[in-house]
């Protein structure tokens, strides 16, 4: 049977396809052809009829002339699909599949031979192997592992000996391995600032509330408070106020305070991290002494204070103030509370004044005088008589007051009280009958008062002031100068107090002085009771007051003994920037301090661990000498490294941790060493194949792909050294080089005795050991490695305050196809900008590289900008260092470059999409519309700087089986909707992470 064939097959590989395709049709169709070709066959013994006997009447029938094209679609179809029982028929189908089949594998395998339509990763390896690439091999994580020595343990760790081991939600446990030996010491285990746990920020609060951790009951209002100053050491490190209001919550006591320390109070001393607050005092004593002597007429003024409150005097009353030998009278202006004030100052003699403690205030109220005048015992009028109704005889020598005439203001009379001395007091006594009394005298009932007047203000007195017999109201005292009897509002408190007997007042703790609004503060330096007086004396280093004023006895409570000393919230959180290379940190006492070159890593602290880390090198370290925090437990060193913490990382004294025991790690475990085969020095470029899945690769600057292979080899028990090629090596070089092979094993070649060293002959003396763990699942998010795969002596804990890094997968097709003729042109070597792109995405850890030229001010300032994709997106900051010593290896002598990483873009999405239900599930078409956008859109696939257009998301979501139509939306996107803007340095992707995909079906009607 011969089937008609197409006149010229050339015409299927035209110019412009991206593929050859030498198939025309499918299955469906060739049946047609093979039907017809039956059909039209003419031969001679068999007739038509017979040669369609028994065949379906629909594959014997011809084809209709001017048959529709949908109406020819189905009939072919449908003759595809019928069911006979015909041999003939069956093999005929048979065939014409077979032929299909045959047909793509010709396409496929004509199209592997060249490197633009390859698809296969073994046809492009070989493919690009003509030009002397190699694929990528797979990267092994790494990271920085902080180890935390059990306390007192110091020692060695052993390259390996260590194993870190994280569970992944899904998959097998990932297990990591320190890649070198190193010392580890728990004095470096966690290093710190030596204030990081002293905030600096000023305690000054504008609306004067506190925050304090934690919930106090039992806080009065009116209550005194001491804000202690702990790095002053002068007696003004206190300042003593009082609580005005009090907000008690869940988790913190909230005071507010009468005020709070000013500049001039030295608020700057008060800081929250050393500031304690000492509130609610435990123990109220009364104040006894030591009391003034004299007060002068300066320091009294108009005011007196009495120890009782006087319910009995008002105001407008005339009393007399006396301490035994000073007498005066002075009209009462105002009373408040105990205080009395007085229409005129106390004015008596400056060098005695008025004994406070000895006097006392009794009310004069006013006797009429019956008589005046009536006697005078000098011419001149300086001696009155004044004749009253009573006894008065006890007036003699005592002071009475009258209110006078002193001038005339605006023709009205002034007045004023003024008091006089009592010459005598003369009572006559009235008869009593029948004691011999012949005669009443006038006199009798009545006293004669003989006044001095020198002043003559007595000219017609109607009624005198005379004070009430009696004790009278005991005026109160005041506590007396440190240096003297007698102080003004200003001077400084005695030092040695008399109170009550205490019961819990001891030496260091506060004592405070309360009168009203004035209060003061001090530290006791003892304390000395006397039980028999039931009272103690106490003396203080130094008063430090808060109201200037004066602490009467009566009106003064000593307050001490605070039951609670606590902190402002945050008092232990050091928010002061810490920037450059130099920190000062505490040793414990005796430590030998880390070594120069030592590897430390700087991380930041949060609540939920590290958050950011990068690691340095210790270059100095120098004890600080006479620093005030040192003592016997801790020493405090200046420490220098490199490189420097920068100012816009956010590093803080609060929040930063040094480790100083620090180990790199590689994703990979230790397996048992193999036996690779036989050497024989007779063949060069001898091979071996190490069958072992996932073999580790770390960072090697002189490898071409920027890692090489962790395998030891060794030839008849000697290690030889893995090298990038031959092509420098001597014919004595013991070196092999590797490769890798699609199914994970990993091609291990020698050198052919001119270029590196033939293997030497030996039975089975081609041994390898090998690590296991590579590609992107390793790269671990920080805090995934979390304990040790086996306990160690000398650790107690580990710590990933880094994510693993650097992880990628073997090279794919797609990525060899690309990059493998740009390699012929740079030869490994970066001279231009270009060639720094295509160097750096040939390291195995790197997705996607973009390079810039950057200016500056002048020639030696101008810079390359690199911007890196990390494999799997990961953070740069752990591949950076790498990623330069792979620079330096391969570029340019003197190439200035900077690494930064890319700038992500979240890209938004929104499509709907049309769809007849009742021939594809809409949910099922809406999942591959998704699956489709997630594949083209990742950021392995988009490139950095490049644009999205809304053409791209139509052709993906329209090629999808079932979508009849589609809306779609990019956010953002201008020029009408039709493109989102990239800038140069970023790159837009789809995160499946992020809910920035949305796809909705809705139901097509035509």
């Known amino acids: 049977m011969s089937l008609p064939l197409p006149p010229n097959l050339s015409r299927w590989n035209r110019a412009g396809l991206s593929r050859f395709r030498y198939v025309d049709g499918n299955a469906v169709e060739f049946i047609e052809s093979v039907r017809k070709a039956l059909r039209d066959k003419k031969d001679s013994r068999d007739t038509e009829a017979d040669l369609f006997k028994g065949w379906p009447d629909a594959l014997a029938r011809p084809p209709i002339q001017s048959e529709p094209s949908e109406q020819a679609k189905q009939r072919i179809q449908e003759n595809y699909q019928v069911h006979t029982r015909d041999m003939g028929w069956e093999i005929a189908r048979v065939f014409v599949r077979a032929s299909h089949i045959l047909g793509e594998y010709i396409d496929a395998y004509a199209n592997e031979g060249f490197l633009r339509t390859a698809t296969q990763w073994d046809s492009v390896r070989r493919l690009v192997a003509m030009l002397g690439y190699q694929p990528h091999p797979p990267a092994s994580a790494t990271t920085s592992m902080v180890l935390r020595a059990k306390p007192g343990k110091s020692g060695r760790v052993k390259r390996g000996a260590l194993g870190f081991k994280a569970q992944p939600p899904e998959g097998a446990a990932v297990v990591f391995e320190n890649l070198s030996e190193l010392d580890i010491d728990s004095a470096f ?339 000395d009771p006397s039980y028999a007086q039931g009272a103690a004396q106490l003396s203080v280093d130094a ?17 001490g003994h605070f039951k609670h000393q606590v902190q402002v919230k945050g008092w232990d959180i050091n928010n002061d920037p810490l920037e450059g290379s130099k920190v000062t940190v505490p040793l414990p006492a005796g430590a030998t301090p880390p070594s120069k070159g030592r590897t430390l890593l700087i991380a930041q602290h949060a609540d939920a661990g590290p958050v950011k880390a990068f690691k340095a090198a210790v270059n100095s370290i120098v004890p600080v000498k006479d620093h005030p925090r040192s003592n016997d437990l801790y020493a405090m060193y200046d420490m220098e490294f490199s490189p420097a913490i920068n100012a816009q990382d956010g590093f803080t004294h609060g929040n930063t941790l040094i480790f100083g025991n620090i180990a790199d790690a590689g994703h990979g475990e230790r397996k048992p060493e193999k036996v690779l085969g036989s050497g024989n020095a007779a063949v060069g470029n001898q091979r071996f194949i190490l069958d072992a899945n996932d073999v580790s ?42 490769a890798m092979l699609e199914q994970g094993g990993v091609l291990i070649e020698f050198g052919d005795g001119v270029h590196g060293r033939r293997v030497p002959t030996g039975e089975n003396n081609v041994r390898a050991g090998y690590r296991a763990g590579a590609g992107l699942y390793g790269n671990l998010p920080a805090g995934s490695l979390i304990k040790l795969a086996q306990a160690h002596a000398l650790l107690e804990s580990v710590l990933q305050p880094m994510p693993a890094t650097g992880g990628n997968d073997v090279e794919s097709a797609g990525s060899m196809r690309q990059h493998a003729p740009a390699s012929v042109l740079t030869l ?75 700038e992500p873009v979240s890209l938004e999405l929104d499509v709907i999409v049309g769809v007849i239900s009742k021939h594809f599930d809409p949910e099922t078409v809406v999942a591959q519309v998704k699956n489709r956008l997630l594949a083209a859109f990742t950021l392995r696939e988009r490139v950095i700087g490049q644009p999205v257009f809304l053409s791209e998301v139509y052709e993906i979501v329209e090629n999808v089986a079932g979508v009849e139509y589609s809306k779609c939306r990019i956010t953002g996107a201008v020029n009408l909707g039709q493109v989102l803007p990239v800038q140069e340095n970023a790159v837009a992707f789809l995160d499946p992470a992020k809910p920035t995909l949305t796809v909705l079906s809705e139901e097509y009607t035509a």
Not at 342 to 358: A, I, S, T, Y
Not at 543 to 559: A, D, I, M, N, S
Not at 703 to 724: F, H, K, Y
Not at 884 to 901: H, K, Q, S, W, Y
């Open 543 to 559: 008063w430090v007051p808060r109201r200037p004023g004066r602490f009467y006895f009566k009106q003064t409570t000593v307050l």
């Open 828 to 902: 490994d070597r970066a001279v231009s900008v270009d060639d720094f792109s295509g160097l750096l995405v040939r390291h195995s850890s790197v997705w996607q590289a973009r390079a810039f030229e950057r200016p500056g001010r002048s020639r030696h300032d101008s810079h390359l900008e690199l911007v890196i994709v990390p494999a799997g997106g990961a953070p740069l900051e752990g591949l950076k260092q790498t990623l330069l010593d792979f620079i330096t290896a391969n570029g340019v002598p003197g190439a200035r470059v900077v690494l930064t990483e890319y």
């Open 189 to 527: 285990n966690e290093l710190r600032p030596f204030d990081h746990n002293r905030s600096n920020d000023p305690l000054i609060s504008k609306d004067k509330w506190l925050v304090i951790d934690g919930k106090i009951e039992g806080i009065k209002i009116g209550a005194p408070v001491i804000l202690e100053a702990t790095d002053v050491t002068e007696a003004s490190h206190i300042f003593v106020t009082r609580v005005v209001d009090i907000r008690i919550k869940e988790d913190t006591t909230d005071i507010c305070l009468a005020s709070m320390p000013t500049d001039a109070e030295g608020a700057g001393k008060y800081t929250l991290g050393s500031t304690v607050v000492h509130i609610s005092p435990q123990e109220q004593l009364s104040l006894l002494g030591p009391s003034i002597g004299g007060a002068n007429a300066e320091m009294i003024g108009k005011s007196i204070y009495l120890e009782d409150k006087p319910d009995q005097l008002a105001r407008g009353n005339v009393v007399l103030i006396s301490d035994g030998e000073t007498k005066l009278f002075r009209r009462i202006a105002h009373i408040s509370g105990h205080k009395l004030t007085l229409d005129k100052g106390l004015r008596v003699e400056p060098e005695r004044g008025l004994v406070l403690d000895q006097a006392y205030v009794k009310l004069a109220p006013p006797v009429s005088v019956v008589d005046f005048g009536g006697r005078k015992r000098e011419q001149d009028g300086s001696i009155r008589a004044l004749r009253l109704a009573g006894d008065y005889g006890y007036l003699t020598g005592e002071y009475i007051a009258d209110m006078v005439v002193v001038g005339q203001k605006n023709k009205k009379a002034v007045t004023e009280l003024k008091q006089f001395k009592v010459e005598s007091a003369k009572y006559t006594p009235v008869a009593v009958p029948g004691e011999g009394a012949t005669k009443p005298s006038e006199d009798a009932g009545y006293t004669v008062l003989t006044i001095e007047d020198k002043d003559k203000y007595l000219l017609n007195p109607q009624a005198i002031f005379i004070a009430e017999r009696g004790a009278g109201l005991k005026v109160d005292s005041f506590l007396k100068n440190s240096d003297s009897d007698i102080i003004d509002a200003r001077g400084s408190l005695a030092l040695n107090i008399e109170t009550s007997l205490p019961k819990k007042m001891v030496a260091g703790d506060f004592v405070v002085l309360a009168a009203g609004e004035r209060l003061a503060a001090a530290r006791i330096k003892s304390v």
């Open 697 to 738: 690769f770390v960072a090697d600057p002189s490898q071409t792909s920027g890692v090489r292979a962790d395998i030891e080899l060794r030839v008849d028990g000697e290690m030889w050294d893995q090298a990038a090629s031959f092509d420098s090596r001597e014919a004595a070089d013991k070196v092999f080089r590797t």
